[in-house]
Structure formats: structure tokens, C-alpha cells
């Protein structure tokens, strides 16, 4: 294969937070799924506002991508951090990515900041472009009478990173041009600034890197697609699905879901409130409910555990839901908050107290989240009960290109409502079936009494054995008979050989880098295996899950966690041995190499456990310590690093 024919490109760029990392990536990636290519991307960032370092990686291709790589091809570095790590830490954490880059590959860097680039990196076939920005900001500017103020508008320094990569690529300078323009639409004197930046620095790249210029890669020339995150498509499925009310408390890294309907909501019939604590968001989406109005609040885990006893009030009062999006990150307490995990998969089927029913989805990308969404609000109205839709930081935050949602056969299911001929409405009638008509209040003939207590078929308090029985096998039936009516191929779905004897299970974002290795060109030596996606997680789909796995012989579970919480479900529910865990649970999500790593071993090699972290399978109970005093081992031997600043706005301080 030539470097014309070249299939896939990883670039990344890193940088303190603050000083335009997200930006940039957001318009490089905006950019390439404009020109046709399949992209994937996501970022890892601290839980400070400012200052901490951060990176976004975007993968380009020209077959479908639903995960990242290890290796990167290009990376901008915007400070000396993102090549090197952080050894002016007491206690560092990273090496930098300039050992991620491969031979070939190409680092983009401020040669002002780094001048000694050149002596630290041992590979001599990465090719190095050191750009001073100072002076690139300094000259270029001029152009619109700011010549010489290159110290002034340093924050400007990620739109020089982003004329570099586009020239490394051969991107058309006239199409960078237009992106840099819409990018600060509305702002014109910001937009023309830009511009003059990335194009003096797009030819200065090309004058002085000429011969080491990236071919242009083909294009498989996608038409309409959309760049989208997961928590985006979440938002627009609450529009689309009649959501009237949203209420939340800020927590990352849900909170991108609330500011997104925040800013489209004067479009659509929404009320959004953000409330004063998590336990105030979860009731008054509650009786958002049975004022009739559909509605939802959206958490990560310590939010959501501070909801269990309003999931109980409304599972007891028989609301119609609400929707609870829960987006997991990494545990105990508050955790790692940027972070990725899936360690609430428990705690959504156990929360609150006693038994009571409510369903959980866990939709596995972001037209899964789309779908979900939308799903999940007529599962709610027709069965009376809460749900909690499980999803992650990993596709919450991930942007990819899709082709645009097809909304032309979904439909709003309300569920079965009173009819105001009807006497003597009894909110909880026993009629044999689980769910009962319900009014709105307001509506002629349709009052009725509701409490967290135990009640009657009227509602008022009981405590009568006939009755509690009676109540809560109304109430748990609702789950027996949401399974018979759910499709089978909305609870479990099976990709690759299904007639391997080898059955991969998993759930959530572990969907993408698992259909990557049994799908993409990069797969060739992969082995041979079943992927069992579960989506449906409660009620369980035993009889589904059952027939996905007739006939294979080896059980494996890859998820993010510690406690393999998916493989202990599957052994409670099916009385079925798990073979192998496949676990990470470092913070970051499953490249595409862990994952192949991860399988490969676990069927040539299996036992109980395999744990990856940083590309390859490590002992979990020495690597970590073990990499910690290396990072320390290491400051000592390196000569001292300057603390990376975050440029600030002209006239910041004014």
C-alpha cells in the first residue's frame, strides 16, 4: 500500500486546559467529516477548570471507526507537557504523548517554548516541525495592523497548531479558510485575525516543510453526514420525544446534556431548571410526571446515588417515569470526575429501598443514545415506572460522524390514560392488568389520592397484608410484562461469527471497539469470536441471552470496571461460568489495541482475570505502584521543567 492509498490517520493534540485544545480538535474534526471521511474522536481532561493537561485525539478514515488507537501519527503539542509529561509535578502522572507517535508519524510543536526538542526524542524517523509561534503571530498579524503583538494574542497559538496540520495534510487551504471563518461566526474582527493566522501559517509550513508534507489520503467522499456527541443526541432525543421538563445539578460530566438543551430550549417546549441538590432534581421530576408533562434529570454516580429514594417514590406512586440519564465515570465518591468508567451497572439495578421495578438501558453509541432516548420515554408512559438509561463519559463526550438520525417511524406512546366517562376512577385498580389507566390532574372525574406509602387501589394509605401482596405483584409485573412485549433484537444483539465457540460479552461504549475488531481493515489477524452486546439490562433478558449464546463454549467479558460487575450479573442470572474478565479500570476507556490485546490472550491463554492499562495486559497488583516510583525515579534524573501557563484574552485583566 502506497502513502496515496493511506486508510487511516490518528492525530491529537494536547495542551493545558484553557488554552484552546478542545477548539481546535472540535474544528479539525468538524472539518475532516465536511471533506468526507469517517471520524472518530475523544478527550481526556482533568476535573480543574484551567491549567491541567489535556488531550483530544481525532481518527480519520476512510472505512468505518467507532474507537481509538494507541499510536498517533500527528501530534500538536501546544506545551512541553504534551511531549514530555508532567516531571515538574511533585508527583507526576505521564510521560507525555511523544512516545506515542510512530516512526513516520510527525510532531507538531511551539519551537519557543521547546527549543530542544530535537535532542529529546529518539526516533529520527519522526519528522519534527518546530514552528515559533511567537513570531508566526508576530508576522501574520500585521496583516490586519496588529504586527508585533504576538505576545498579546498568544491564545492564538491553536489556531497556528491548526494551519500547520492542515498544511501537513495537504487539507485545501481555501476549505481551512471557511472552516476558521464559520468557527467564529458572528465575530467577525475574531474570524478575519484567524484566518490571516492559519493561512500564514499554513504556507509557512509549506515553505519551509515542503518536502516532508503529509500526502493528501482519498477521501471515500461521505455526503451529509453529522459531527455529534453522545450527550447531543441524548438532548435531541428528549426534544424529539416530547420531554417538557428537565431538571439537573451540575456534575460532570453529565452537565453537557443540560447546557446543550439550555441553549436550544427557547425552540421547544421545555422547561429546564437547574435545582440546588441532586435529591431536588429527581422529585421534582417526579411529580413533573403526574402533572402529565414527560420528564427527566440527567446525573453521574454521586448524584445519582443521592436519587435512590426518589426512584422508590416514584416506582411506589406509579409515575411514568422519570427518564434518570445516568453518565458514569470513575468511583468511589466523587472520584475521578472526568474520567471514564462503568461502575454503576449495581447501583442502577439496587438502588432505593425494597423491591420495585424500573427499567435499564444501556445504549452502546451515539445513535443507540439517539434511539434510546426516545425509546425510553414510551417505555415509561406505557409501563408506569421509573428508568435509568445508562451511559458513559466516553460517548457522552466523543464526537463522531454518523449519517443524520431517521425519525420517520418514531412515534410518542403515552400509555394507557383514563377515560373521563369512567366512574369511580381508582388510580390503582386491580383489572388484571399491572398498569392502571392514569389522569392528569385537572382532568373531570380523574381525581386520586398518591403517597410514598403503601396504598389502596384509590390510593389512600393500607397496610393490609391482602393488599400490600397484591400491590407489589401489580407493581413487579410490570417488568414480566415490558420483557414479553420488548423485542429480542432491542435486548440482546449479536455482531460477527455467531457461530464461534468463542462469545465476547459486554454493554454500553464497549460496543464500538468491539465491532472495530471484527469489522475494520485493521482486523485481518483477529480472532475468531461472537459479540454479544447486551442492551436491554432490566428486566433481564435471560431467554434472549440464552439463545445469543447456544452453543459457545467460551465465555469472556470485557468492561470497565474492577469488580466485573456485567460477568457477576450473567452468573446470578444465567447459573453460567464466565471463562475470562477482560477489565480496565484506569479511567480511560478501551483503545482498539487494548481490546485486541485483551481477547487474543483470553482465548490462548485463559484465567480469571486479565487487566489492561496503557496499551498492554499488566499485573494489577504491582504495575501501578510499580510505574509510580519509575515517574519518580525519573524526576530525579531529568533537569528541571517549567509549570505550562494557559495564555489568556487580550486585555484579560481590563
Request: negative net charge; charged residues 25%; proline residues 6%.
Amino acid at each position: 500500500m502506497t502513502n496515496t492509498q493511506r486508510l487511516d490517520l490518528n492525530w491529537m493534540i494536547g495542551g493545558a486546559q484553557g488554552s484552546g485544545v478542545n477548539s481546535t480538535a472540535q474544528l479539525y474534526a468538524k472539518l475532516m467529516t465536511r471533506l468526507g471521511y469517517h471520524v472518530f474522536s475523544n478527550i481526556e481532561y482533568h476535573s480543574n477548570i484551567k491549567g491541567k493537561h489535556s488531550n483530544f485525539r481525532v481518527r480519520t478514515a476512510n472505512y468505518p471507526i467507532r474507537s481509538h488507537r494507541e499510536h498517533v501519527d500527528v501530534l500538536v503539542a501546544l506545551d512541553e507537557e504534551s511531549l514530555f509529561g508532567d516531571f515538574y509535578q511533585r508527583y507526576p502522572t505521564h510521560r507525555g504523548h511523544a512516545g506515542k507517535v510512530k516512526s513516520g508519524g510527525a510532531i507538531i510543536y511551539d519551537s519557543n517554548e521547546v527549543p530542544d526538542a530535537q535532542d529529546r526524542i529518539d526516533d529520527q524517523e519522526i519528522r519534527l516541525l518546530g514552528i515559533p509561534f511567537r513570531e508566526i503571530l508576530n508576522e501574520s498579524l500585521e496583516e490586519v495592523g496588529k504586527g508585533g503583538e504576538g505576545k498579546k494574542y498568544s491564545i492564538m497559538g491553536n489556531t497556528v497548531a491548526f494551519g500547520a496540520s492542515m498544511a501537513l495534510l495537504d487539507i485545501p487551504e481555501k476549505q481551512m479558510e471557511t472552516a476558521v471563518r464559520e468557527a467564529f461566526a458572528g465575530k467577525k474582527s475574531l474570524a478575519e485575525m484567524n484566518e490571516v493566522v492559519a493561512r500564514y501559517t499554513y504556507n509557512y509550513v509549506q515553505d519551509n516543510f515542503g518536502d516532508k508534507i503529509e500526502p493528501h489520503f482519498p477521501s471515500p467522499g461521505l455526503e451529509n453526514q453529522i459531527l455529534i456527541k453522545g450527550s447531543q443526541a441524548v438532548g435531541i432525543a428528549k426534544f424529539k420525544a416530547g420531554c417538557g421538563f428537565q431538571s439537573y445539578y451540575p456534575i460532570s460530566p453529565a452537565t453537557d446534556e443540560s447546557v446543550y438543551l439550555e441553549q436550544h430550549q427557547q425552540d421547544f417546549p421545555m422547561q429546564i431548571i437547574q435545582t440546588e441538590d441532586e435529591v431536588s432534581a429527581i422529585n421534582m421530576a417526579v411529580s413533573a410526571t403526574h402533572g402529565g408533562v414527560r420528564s427527566s434529570t440527567s446525573t453521574s454516580g454521586p448524584g445519582y446515588a443521592l436519587m435512590a429514594e426518589g426512584m422508590g417514590f416514584s416506582a411506589i406512586t406509579e409515575a411514568p417515569g422519570p427518564v434518570v440519564c445516568l453518565y458514569q465515570r470513575g468511583g468511589p465518591s466523587t472520584g475521578i470526575p472526568t474520567r471514564q468508567e462503568q461502575g454503576d451497572l449495581r447501583m442502577a439495578l439496587h438502588s432505593g429501598q425494597g423491591d420495585y421495578p424500573a427499567i435499564v438501558l444501556a445504549p452502546g453509541d451515539a445513535e443507540e443514545y439517539f434511539y434510546d432516548t426516545h425509546k425510553i420515554f414510551n417505555l415509561c408512559d406505557r409501563y408506569q415506572v421509573p428508568a435509568v438509561l445508562l451511559l458513559d463519559k466516553h460517548i457522552g463526550r466523543s464526537s463522531v460522524s454518523i449519517q443524520p438520525f431517521d425519525t420517520s417511524d418514531l412515534e410518542v406512546d403515552r400509555g394507557p390514560r383514563f377515560n373521563t366517562g369512567e366512574h369511580e376512577y381508582q388510580r390503582y385498580q386491580f383489572d388484571g392488568s399491572p398498569v392502571s389507566p392514569r389522569s392528569i390532574p385537572g382532568e373531570e372525574g380523574g381525581i386520586f389520592w398518591t403517597s410514598s406509602d403503601e396504598h389502596q387501589q384509590d390510593g389512600h394509605i393500607s397496610e393490609g397484608i391482602g393488599n400490600r401482596m397484591s400491590m407489589m405483584h401489580k407493581r413487579m409485573s410490570k417488568l414480566k410484562l415490558l420483557l414479553e412485549e420488548y423485542p429480542e433484537d432491542s435486548q440482546v444483539k449479536v455482531f460477527g461469527n455467531r457461530d464461534s465457540d468463542v462469545a465476547v460479552i459486554s454493554w454500553g461504549s464497549n460496543k464500538g471497539v468491539l465491532q472495530d475488531l471484527l469489522g475494520s481493515p485493521a482486523s485481518e489477524n483477529q480472532p475468531d469470536f461472537r459479540f454479544i452486546h447486551l442492551r436491554l439490562i432490566n428486566p433481564f433478558p435471560e431467554q434472549a441471552l440464552q439463545k445469543a449464546l447456544d452453543g459457545a463454549e467460551t465465555i469472556i467479558v470485557l468492561e470497565q470496571n474492577w469488580g466485573a460487575h456485567l460477568a457477576g450479573l450473567l452468573q446470578e442470572k444465567l447459573a453460567k461460568p464466565v471463562d475470562v474478565r477482560i477489565l480496565k479500570f484506569d479511567g480511560r476507556p478501551f483503545s482498539y489495541d487494548e481490546a485486541s490485546i485483551g481477547i487474543t490472550d483470553a482465548i490462548e491463554n485463559p484465567r480469571e482475570r486479565i487487566v489492561l492499562t496503557r496499551g498492554a495486559i499488566r499485573d494489577e497488583e504491582t504495575w501501578g505502584y510499580e510505574e509510580v516510583q519509575n515517574l519518580l525515579d525519573e524526576r530525579e534524573r531529568r533537569p528541571r521543567q517549567r509549570t505550562p501557563s494557559v495564555p489568556l484574552p487580550p486585555n484579560y485583566n481590563r
